[in-house]
């Protein structure tokens, strides 16, 4: 019978093994082509069968602008808006957009390609950092969007517009690393996938989207305010990226950019993405087991 260190000595391999982290990693970057092929394919595939196809990719996030405008626009008295609420909810519901599909695609991406998982050898990881490209390339035209908005409501372009760039490759690696965690954890745990939707909901309602977290909760006609709650929102990354973002796009109009957010947002992604690579990588051999 061969041994395991025969076998090593004879170049053979165990099918479907869990390669060293860093073979595995440049395994994985070698198919980064691949990654964005797939990402592309998936937005063609999904939008094909629609009469608009493609334009659903831009209708979609400013259906839920206007939705989420009328709606807290009439219910939000107007001394309770933050200023320039128009732009600030239209930055709060396109950037979150991005977290939320994201992970949400990403969770699904082990379970929605087991036959792919199951017969062909490939790298497990391509399939949920394709799923966080495919969404982040559905991103960037709202990006475009958002910027033409903010020009047609009277808003001259700045130079610190550019730091959505940085900011925006931050939310990417972010994203990507939740989503490497979130992938492993429900392909082991499948219901996890029906609690997405309600976990997004909650980060929804309460990271601000239309409302400004400091404002609501900071101290206001003598009263102290809630700074437990100022405080937690602080270490919040998904708060943390919107306020980088409005206030990238918004300063000098009541927005001032929170140097400490660069700090923590820096640290969520690259220590998030880091960990994501390794949980994941750690249970490559058991992905699309039928136990």
């Given at each position: 019978?061969?041994?395991?260190?025969?076998?090593?000595?004879?170049?053979?391999?165990?099918v479907?093994?869990?390669?060293?982290?860093?073979?595995?990693?440049?395994?994985?970057?070698?198919?980064?082509?691949?990654?964005?092929?797939?990402?592309?394919?998936?937005?063609?595939?999904?939008?094909?069968?629609n009469?608009?196809?493609?334009?659903?990719?831009?209708?979609?996030?400013?259906?839920?602008?206007?939705?989420?405008?009328?709606?807290?626009?009439?219910?939000?008295?107007?001394?309770?808006?933050?200023p320039?609420?128009?732009?600030?909810?239209?930055?709060g519901?396109?950037?979150?957009?991005?977290?939320?599909?994201?992970?949400?695609?990403?969770?699904?991406?082990?379970?929605?390609?087991?036959?792919?998982?199951?017969?062909?050898?490939?790298?497990?990881?391509?399939?949920?950092?394709?799923?966080v490209?495919?969404?982040?390339?559905?991103?960037?035209?709202?990006?475009?969007?958002?910027?033409?908005?903010?020009?047609?409501?009277?808003?001259?372009?700045?130079?610190?517009?550019?730091?959505?760039?940085p900011?925006?490759?931050?939310?990417?690696?972010?994203?990507?690393?939740?989503?490497?965690?979130?992938?492993?954890?429900?392909?082991?745990?499948?219901?996890?996938?029906?609690?997405?939707?309600?976990?997004?909901?909650?980060?929804?309602?309460?990271?601000?989207?239309?409302?400004?977290?400091?404002?609501?909760?900071?101290?206001?006609?003598?009263?102290?305010?809630?700074?437990?709650?100022?405080?937690?929102?602080?270490?919040?990354?998904?708060?943390?990226?919107?306020?980088?973002?409005?206030?990238?796009?918004?300063?000098?109009?009541?927005?001032?950019?929170?140097?400490?957010?660069?700090?923590?947002?820096?640290?969520?992604?690259?220590?998030?993405?880091?960990?994501?690579?390794?949980?994941?990588?750690?249970?490559?051999?058991?992905?699309?087991?039928?136990?």
């Amino acid at each position: 019978m061969t041994t395991a260190e025969d076998a090593a000595r004879l170049g053979l391999h165990k099918v479907g093994g869990r390669p060293p982290l860093r073979d595995y990693v440049a395994d994985v970057w070698r198919r980064r082509t691949f990654i964005y092929s797939m990402a592309r394919f998936k937005i063609e595939s999904e939008n094909q069968q629609n009469s608009l196809g493609m334009l659903w990719v831009i209708l979609k996030p400013l259906l839920n602008a206007l939705v989420y405008g009328l709606i807290f626009g009439l219910l939000l008295p107007s001394n309770t808006r933050p200023p320039h609420f128009v732009e600030f909810l239209l930055i709060g519901v396109f950037v979150f957009e991005f977290f939320a599909q994201s992970w949400t695609a990403g969770g699904k991406s082990i379970t929605n390609n087991a036959s792919l998982v199951q017969s062909l050898a490939f790298p497990r990881m391509v399939l949920p950092l394709a799923a966080v490209t495919q969404r982040f390339l559905q991103f960037l035209p709202t990006v475009g969007i958002m910027l033409v908005f903010l020009l047609a409501s009277g808003n001259r372009p700045q130079l610190h517009w550019l730091l959505i760039v940085p900011i925006f490759a931050l939310y990417f690696v972010f994203s990507c690393g939740l989503a490497l965690v979130t992938a492993r954890l429900a392909a082991h745990w499948r219901d996890l996938n029906n609690f997405l939707p309600f976990l997004t909901r909650f980060f929804f309602y309460t990271t601000g989207i239309f409302f400004s977290v400091e404002e609501r909760f900071g101290p206001r006609d003598g009263h102290k305010g809630h700074p437990t709650i100022i405080k937690i929102s602080d270490f919040q990354p998904i708060h943390e990226f919107l306020s980088l973002a409005r206030s990238a796009l918004l300063a000098g109009d009541s927005y001032t950019i929170d140097e400490r957010y660069w700090l923590f947002a820096g640290t969520w992604s690259l220590g998030l993405f880091a960990f994501g690579v390794w949980f994941f990588w750690r249970a490559e051999e058991r992905y699309g087991r039928v136990d």
